[in-house]
């Protein structure tokens, strides 16, 4: 499924294995990348929520687009916790210190 801005996701380990464990976040997407990248990962432009909804800090993120979730669809019981080694991924980055560019 395609993302656009204005999307409120779930980003967690089954988006990316740097967003596992304790480092998943709540992200509202600005802007969607349209340059070519690996099969399946997508560029996102957006700011970082908290718990209460504010908008914390602004980051560009490389996820797996299949693992994305909308912050508001519960999880399936037996993965309510994604732990960061249970996730793989494998990304070249460039010169210019980003993947896929």
Known sequence: MRRNPGDLLRVDGRASVQFGGNRALTFRVVSVGDEVTHMGWIWLTGYVLNSR?????????????????????????????????????SISVGASGRAGR
Do not use: H, M, W
Not at 62 to 82: H, N, T, Y
């Open 53 to 89: 909804g504010a908008a914390t800090s602004k980051r560009e993120i490389f996820v797996r687009l299949a693992g994305l979730r909308r912050a508001d669809e519960p999880l399936p019981r037996d993965q309510s916790c994604v732990p960061a080694n249970r996730v793989q991924a």
